[in-house]
């Protein structure tokens, strides 16, 4: 069963991935290792934690390629219903870590449920879509695919990690391929902007833009979109009140760090002196993290020759900010070689979502592609200082048994149904 399988899966992404985790894990040696004379899978360093995380991380996949496709879709409910639990069980049981209460302490290593709770929700989203009478564009099911996607992040955002809980929002656009409205999605991005209009902006200017927005909307889209003045006036009072309620929020809700990432982001300080003090406290790693990946140049400094690696400047370096190596000891050629993979991996994991015969292999797909792309844009614009830092790793580069492990099962989950796509039962 497993060699006619192996014979089908799709060995470009298969490729693609390898490469990305050789690389991934280089930089990790590179960024940590003190000693060049102690053993690769030594497990007291991290990057022998990391290629032992690896090795059982396909360990596991041989698992998933012995089951039978069917075996994945049928349990997928199950397995979305244990990772919720797990989740629950952090607040009893979990240990806090950076003052995140995100993990298992169980010795070797800590384990990441919200990891676990992406694969379960991917699963359980193709499961309930796939369902024969499920239509997307009924309310009811529009509700109950959002429910399922809403329940992890509910118990992720207290831990508090709203890094990872930012990532299950990347799952609206599977819906979006599968019949919800693109009205929905815009909508979003609007109150978004809109949110951080509000924070850069006078709410004086921002109401005045909205009332420019819809007053032109009326006024040049009124036969294409059968608007009226009832649903515009409408629309300006939810934004208005939206804009206004956005300062009680920034002030009660979010905690201090938060906001002083937001004010890094945005520039928001209006004291020079308080501006260029968060730069110093809150800013510091991502300005590290800039000068590592500049100094780079062209080629890069070579491989343990990353001065900037080496003394330590980037605080969690081997973790979300690892890019920075690959830029100082590679140079501009080696970011664009990683900016490519990860490019062509998407492109190719897009390629086989849409060739799919079944509903579930096509959601769980594009669920794939949404995650990991989700995951590359954020580190990546967190990194060189496009986005501000909410601790999200990049995918197969950075140090983290739960990370890899989810990262591989995920992908190669949905490599095996692909292989398998003209066959259900195999």
Known sequence: MIGSGLRRIDWISVFLCLALIAIGWSSIYSATVVDTNTPLWNPSTSYGKQLIFIAISFLVVVVVFMLQTKLIERFSSIFYLITIALLIGLYPFGK??????????????????SELAKIGTLLALGKY???????????????????????????????????????????????????????VLWLGIYFILLFISTLKFNLIYVGASIALISITTYFFFNKRLKLNWTRLLLFFLISMAIASSVQYIYDNVFEQRHRDR???????????????????????????????????????????????????????????????????????????????????????????????????????GYGVVSILATHYFINIGMVIGLLPTVGVPLPFFSYGGSGILGFILMLFIFIKLDGNRLNEWD
């Open 262 to 364: 937001f004010s890094l982001w945005l520039n928001l300080e209006s004291d020079p002196a308080v501006q260029e003090q968060i730069k110093k406290t809150i800013g510091y790693n991502t300005y590290q993290s800039e000068q590592a990946i500049g100094s780079g140049g062209l080629w890069g400094k070579g491989f343990l020759e990353g001065t900037r690696t080496k003394g330590d400047f980037v605080p969690a370096q081997h973790t979300d900010y690892i890019f920075s190596t690959v830029g100082e000891e590679w140079g501009f050629v080696g970011t664009f070689t990683v900016v490519l993979l990860f490019t062509l991996l998407l492109l190719r994991l897009v390629y086989l979502a849409e060739r799919q015969t079944s509903t579930f292999n096509r959601v769980y």
């Open 96 to 113: 806090t870590i950076a003052g995140a209460t995100s993990w298992y302490g169980l010795g070797f290593f800590n384990l990441q449920p």
């Open 129 to 183: 879509i796939s369902d024969i009478q499920t239509d997307l564009k009924r309310f009811k099911d529009q509700f109950y695919t959002f429910l399922i996607i809403l329940v992890p992040v509910i118990l992720i955002v207290p831990q508090p990690d709203p890094g990872s809980a930012l990532i299950f929002f990347s799952l609206v656009f599977v819906l979006f391929r599968e019949g919800v409205s693109l009205k």
